[in-house]
Structure formats: structure tokens, C-alpha cells
């Protein structure tokens, strides 16, 4: 299974990251979001970053300039997944968006197209079941920064083909990245342990067991962890961490993940953590 053109559906926070990589290891990209104003700033985010890149001496002007060549920016989604081998969604986090999304890009793209989803914690097999391909639906899950961070979580869908899985593989190791296999369950691998530790953490600031600053000490000089729990939740955003515990509390009906009153607490009061400037911690915008 050949791969050449990948068509990147939405240019936010991980999409244009996906293009960004993906256009670097050589690859023809379409980049696609709702309207030109979106495409022009994923553009500029990735251009910023590419300049990061040559003044630290990893790429070169030259690569920088065919990388951008390589990214074409488009609204029409029909013709850029006509086009492709490859279709990443990395758009909002929500089924129906998302449905809409791989119903289309089923009708349009050619038999041979795979259809792969970014998504941090919607069921991969639900999505395949939308489309008349659900063997070559799978999860590719990245993440943020992409240019930096190497994992992907490979999502195997119910149906998923095994061909198509190591198409994905192959290519995420042409990415650069290193990628792991998970099954499709709620929270994959990495929310599923990253989350619920994350809500303890909030649980201790709850009941009074420490305060957000001794919690996060904790974490990173007993357990070498780069940043405290409380400091990422709020760098994730609190409202993202309520929703994926939400995903694993309803996936797996087991009270063991139910999220802390705290958490649900703060998100109500608009306490999302970095976007709002306050979370566990406070932020100078
Ligand atoms: N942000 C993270 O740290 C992270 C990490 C891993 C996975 N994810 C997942 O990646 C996906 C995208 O997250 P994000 O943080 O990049 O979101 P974001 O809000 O930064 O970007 C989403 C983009 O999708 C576009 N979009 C929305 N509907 C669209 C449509 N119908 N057609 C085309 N474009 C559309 C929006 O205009 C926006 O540019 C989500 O599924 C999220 O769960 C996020």
C-alpha cells in the first residue's frame, strides 16, 4: 500500500502540526479547515516553527521552503480527498463533526484511501462504522507538540484491516515517530493512564491531602515526572481532562473514574487552566 498524498482535515493545534511533519518526511499534503483565515494561520504556525527548526540547525532554508511547497491549503475537502491515499481528521472533538467528516471523505476518496482519525478519546470502531470502509478506518493518534513529541498511538478499530495497520505504522515510522499498537478502548493507552492520574491528583488538592504546589513537587521530584499532574491539567486544559474522564467513566461504567467535584467545580467556573490565564495555578496572558 503506496502512500504519497495525505490530506490533513482541520489546521488548529494538531493538524497543522500533522502537516507540518508529514509534509517534512517528503509527503504532498492538503490541508483542509472550514475557512482560508484558519488554513493562513496554520500556515503561519507552521512556518514559525519551521524557522525554529533551521535556527537550532535541524533543517536547512532549503527544507524549509520545499516543506512549505509541499502543503497545499484548501476548503474543499471533496476534491483534496479524491486526491489522496491518506486522510488524517484532526478537527474538534465531537462525534457528530467528526461523522460528517468521515461520511464525506468516504464518498469522495479513492477505494484505495485509508481514512485515519486524531481523535484523543472517540471510539475509532464507531467512527468505521459511518463509512463503507471500516476495514481501512484506523487511529492515529499524535501528539502536542507533533514536531516534537515522538509517540503515536496506533488505534486498531474492530474491523481494521492488517494491512492497513502496517501501512500506518510504516508510515508513522516515516514520520520520525515511534509508534505504539493499542486496541480501541476508551482513553486508549494514554488517557486511560494519564487521566485518572490526573483526577487523584485533583483528588488530593479536594480533600485537603496537599496543595497543588506540593502535589506537583511530588510527582516531579519522586517520580521524575517533567511536570507536576496539576501543571499539565491545567496546560491540557481542565475542561479537555473532565471530558476524557467523562469518555472513561461512561465507556467503562466503573465508578473507579469518576471525576473529581473539584475538577467539574473549577470547569464550571470557567477555570480551564492556561486558555483562561487560571486553573490550579495562575497565568499572566
Ligand atoms: N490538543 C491536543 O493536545 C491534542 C492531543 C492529541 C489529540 N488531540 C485531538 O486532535 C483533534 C484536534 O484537536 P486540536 O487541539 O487540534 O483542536 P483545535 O480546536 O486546535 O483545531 C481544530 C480545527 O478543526 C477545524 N474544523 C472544525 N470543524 C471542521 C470541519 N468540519 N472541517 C474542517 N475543519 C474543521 C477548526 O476550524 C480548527 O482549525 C481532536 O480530536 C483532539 O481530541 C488533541
Do not use: W
Not at 36 to 42: G, I, V, W
Not at 123 to 137: D, E, F, G, K, M
Not at 170 to 181: D, H
Amino acid at each position: 500500500m503506496h502512500i504519497q498524498t495525505i490530506t490533513v482535515v482541520g489546521g488548529g493545534t494538531m493538524g497543522n502540526g500533522i502537516a507540518h511533519v508529514a509534509a517534512m518526511s517528503g509527503f504532498t499534503v492538503n490541508l483542509v479547515d472550514i475557512q482560508q483565515s484558519y488554513l493562513d494561520r496554520a500556515r503561519a504556525t507552521i512556518e514559525k516553527n519551521l524557522t525554529r527548526m533551521v535556527a537550532k540547525q535541524k533543517i536547512t532554508v532549503d527544507d524549509q521552503a520545499k516543506t512549505l511547497e509541499r502543503i497545499n491549503l484548501t476548503t474543499d475537502l471533496p476534491a483534496a480527498a479524491a486526491a489522496s491515499d491518506l486522510i488524517i481528521e484532526a478537527i474538534t472533538e465531537n462525534f457528530e463533526l467528526k461523522q460528517s467528516i468521515f461520511t464525506r471523505a468516504d464518498q469522495h476518496a479513492p477505494d484505495h484511501a485509508i481514512l485515519a482519525s486524531n481523535t484523543s478519546s472517540i471510539s475509532i470502531t464507531r467512527l468505521a462504522a459511518v463509512t463503507s470502509r471500516p476495514r481501512q478506518v484506523i487511529g492515529m493518534h499524535f501528539f502536542n507538540p507533533v514536531p516534537v513529541m515522538k509517540l503515536v498511538e496506533i488505534v486498531r478499530g474492530y474491523e481494521t484491516d492488517q494491512q492497513v495497520y502496517q501501512a500506518v505504522r510504516n508510515l508513522a515510522e516515516q514520520m520520525g515517530k515511534t509508534p505504539v499498537e493499542v486496541q480501541d478502548y476508551p482513553g486508549f493507552v494514554s488517557n486511560r493512564v494519564l487521566m485518572p492520574m490526573i483526577n487523584e491528583a485533583i483528588y488530593c488538592v479536594y480533600e485537603g491531602v496537599a496543595t497543588p504546589q506540593a502535589v506537583d513537587e511530588v510527582m516531579k521530584l519522586g517520580m521524575a515526572h517533567p511536570m507536576g499532574p496539576l501543571r499539565l491539567a491545567d496546560f491540557i486544559g481542565l475542561d479537555v481532562c473532565l471530558a476524557i474522564m467523562n469518555v472513561l467513566y461512561d465507556g467503562f461504567k466503573d465508578p473507579k473514574y469518576r471525576p473529581c467535584p473539584l475538577l467539574v467545580k473549577m470547569v464550571d467556573a470557567g477555570k480551564l487552566g492556561d486558555k483562561t490565564g487560571q486553573g490550579f495555578y495562575t497565568y499572566s496572558k
